[in-house]
Nanobody, 123 residues
Framework: QVQLVESGGGLVQAGGSLRLSCAASGRTFSRYTVGWFRQAPGKERAFVAHISWSGSFAYYAKSVEGRFTITRDNTKNTVFLQMDSLKPEDTAVYYC????????????????WGQGTQVTVSS
């Protein structure tokens, strides 16, 4: 069982930065792929990025590639999402999720989810 808690969201102007954190409980957290997803009002939940259990592999949605960076610190059971050059279209609730194996960008392959943190980017 893994429990996830996101933090770091807030209000920022376009062009600014935020760093989201996803803190996990459970001794086996290092075995899980961790992904970030987001859901804007009236839209479906969308993949943002994911990182392998070791942190050696990361993959990004085209819409955030080059602006967002996902990293993890397994000694602290935490995954981070550094978001730079933020745009108003990045406004959404951001969720972290953990899944076994190579869960990839498919949200259905992630078994554990946090409660989400709001990110609002003003123009």
């Amino acid at each position: 069982q893994v429990q996830l808690v996101e933090s770091g969201g807030g209000l920022v102007q376009a062009g600014g930065s935020l760093r989201l954190s996803c803190a996990a409980s459970g001794r086996t957290f290092s075995r899980y792929t961790v992904g970030w997803f987001r859901q804007a009002p009236g839209k479906e939940r969308a993949f943002v990025a994911h990182i392998s259990w070791s942190g050696s592999f990361a993959y990004y949605a085209k819409s955030v590639e080059g602006r967002f960076t996902i990293t993890r610190d397994n000694t602290k059971n935490t995954v981070f999402l550094q978001m730079d050059s933020l745009k108003p279209e990045d406004t959404a609730v951001y969720y972290c999720a953990a899944g076994e194996g190579d869960s990839g960008s498919n949200s259905r392959r992630y078994a554990y989810w946090g409660q989400g943190t709001q990110v609002t980017v003003s123009s």
